[in-house]
């Protein structure tokens, strides 16, 4: 077992490059797709939270239900879009780093989105009238919300970011697991089971657990330095 760990160990750092390019096209389509993600979900969500309409609670259920969308039904719309026969399949962005965002920023969006409307929808509740008596308009509000909530919201960002390292259904689809062009930690990681070297598989999964380590602490590290 252990001589199987040192050999998978040897394999990875023989990798360097690759390793390396795989580890920077993860964090690249990963955090990118959180960022997009965020830029749409964070001000919808927050809206949602303080408006009262009529199929609010109708919106609410959908928005609940798409946090489970599942990522291969993901993928397999964005290929039949962006496929040669698709409508969209002009763009030729296919089997790129630019549609394995689209997917993880579609697959993101809802549990961002979501979150953020539960925690302000909270803060909304306990500051409404103060906001209200004091002639704040609804972006105004929103924007005064999303910063007096901006601690709770960076556990949402990191839950975002959590889902889009560990997704392989949609990414796989879309982006074909190309050597040295479209190929993730988790698809690399399906290909290494594949083949039935499922040591190195297993080594792939500790860096990329790693990887989601090393990301919370930075995060967490900044939410100290700001707060304090």
């Known amino acids: 077992m252990l001589d199987a760990f040192l050999y998978s160990i040897n394999n990875i ?8 390019n795989i580890i920077f096209l993860t964090l690249k389509v990963s955090i990118s797709s959180v960022i997009i993600a965020s830029l749409i979900a964070l001000p919808i969500g927050s809206l949602i939270a303080i408006s009262n309409f009529r199929s609010k609670k109708i ?9 489970g969308l ?15 026969a698709g409508p969209l399949g002009e763009l030729g962005i296919l089997f790129t780093p630019e549609i394995m965002i689209l997917a993880q920023t579609i697959l993101v969006l809802p549990i961002i989105c979501a979150l953020t409307r539960q925690i302000i929808e909270d803060i909304w509740q306990e500051y409404q009238e103060q906001l209200i008596s004091l002639g704040i308009k609804k972006y105004q509000a929103t924007l005064t919300l999303l910063w007096d909530a901006r601690f709770s919201l960076i556990t949402v960002l990191l839950a975002g970011l959590g889902r889009a390292l560990s997704e392989v259904g949609a990414v796989l ?5 190309i050597d040295g062009v479209t190929r993730v930690m988790t698809t ?12 190195l598989a297993l080594n ?17 590290a900044i939410k100290e330095l700001t707060s304090s």
């Open 13 to 20: 750092l023989s990798l360097e490059n690759a390793l390396i």
């Open 59 to 67: 919106i609410v259920i959908i928005l609940n239900a798409l946090m």
């Open 70 to 84: 599942p990522p291969v039904v993901v993928g397999l719309i964005i290929y039949l879009l962006f496929s040669r």
């Open 173 to 177: 689809i879309v982006g074909g697991n």
């Open 188 to 199: 690399a990681i399906t290909l290494e089971t594949s083949k039935g070297d499922l040591s």
């Open 204 to 220: 792939l999964g500790l860096i990329l657990i790693f990887l989601i380590i090393v990301l919370n602490a930075i995060i967490f």
